[in-house]
T-cell receptor, first 112, second 112 residues
Framework: GQNIDQPTEMTATEGAIVQINCTYQ??????LFWYQQHAGEAPTFLSY????GLEEKGRFSSFLSRSKGYSYLLLKELQMKDSASYLC?????????????FGKGTRLHILP | GAGVSQSPSNKVTEKGKDVELRCDPI?????LYWYRQSLGQGLEFLIY????????KSGLPSDRFSAERTGGSVSTLTIQRTQQEDSAVYLC??????????FGPGTRLTVL
């Protein structure tokens, strides 16, 4: 089966840096996604890692270690609009196809 | 271009009734997913269609739930004999193979 763990909630201050961790256990690992979801809205894509290392995209970076089953999303220069849930999702290969399973998400609260 | 659309946006039904939820994916996307999200929770995988392959139904919570995808495009999720615990937002997502997923706005189902 699959198991994806991430903290339920985190709080950070505007202008600061926050790191949201995600650990996973799955067979046939084939990539990891991070999505952002504002309250009442659909998730939107942030990043995709399939190889070990850090992928940087503006204020957001995502890291993957396949041997440790570990990823993190790093948000820099936090803004109030970054208050949202952040969802870690793992793609795994099964039979002939891949499928994508989500963790429960981390609700991030930004304080002024 | 047009994104993923879902209808209806809201559905209120009585316990025991059947409901149909519709998803129109982005044209050309081969993969289509259904997820369920209860208030404040993560995304629960329901079913996955990839091209002409048999769908992965491993996430359907009971035999009251079924889904089909006609002509590799539009999908319908059917819930028979609805129960109050079926109340949730039902999200559909599509992608080209299994890369970045694009989510629809969801259908909020309320079972009275």
């Amino acid at each position: 089966g699959q198991n994806i763990d991430q903290p339920t909630e985190m709080t950070a201050t505007e202008g600061a840096i926050v790191q949201i961790n995600c650990t996973y256990q799955t067979s046939g690992f084939n990539g990891l996604f991070w999505y952002q979801q504002h309250a009442g809205e659909a998730p939107t894509f942030l990043s995709y890692n399939v190889l070990d290392g850090l992928e940087e995209k503006g204020r957001f970076s995502s890291f993957l270690s396949r041997s440790k089953g570990y990823s993190y999303l790093l948000l820099k220069e936090l803004q109030m609009k970054d208050s949202a849930s952040y969802l870690c999702a793992v793609r795994s290969y099964r039979r002939r196809d891949d499928k994508i399973i989500f963790g429960k998400g981390t609700r991030l609260h930004i304080l002024p | 271009g047009a994104g993923v659309s879902q209808s209806p946006s809201n559905k209120v039904t009585e316990k025991g009734k059947d409901v149909e939820l519709r998803c129109d994916p982005i044209s050309g996307h081969t993969a289509l997913y259904w997820y369920r999200q209860s208030l404040g929770q993560g995304l629960e995988f329901l079913i996955y269609f990839q091209g002409n392959s048999a769908p992965d139904k491993s996430g359907l919570p009971s035999d009251r739930f079924s889904a089909e995808r006609t002509g590799g495009s539009v999908s319908t999720l059917t819930i028979q004999r609805t129960q109050q615990e079926d109340s949730a937002v039902y999200l559909c997502a599509s992608s080209f193979t299994t890369n970045e997923q694009f989510f629809g706005p969801g259908t909020r189902l309320t079972v009275l």
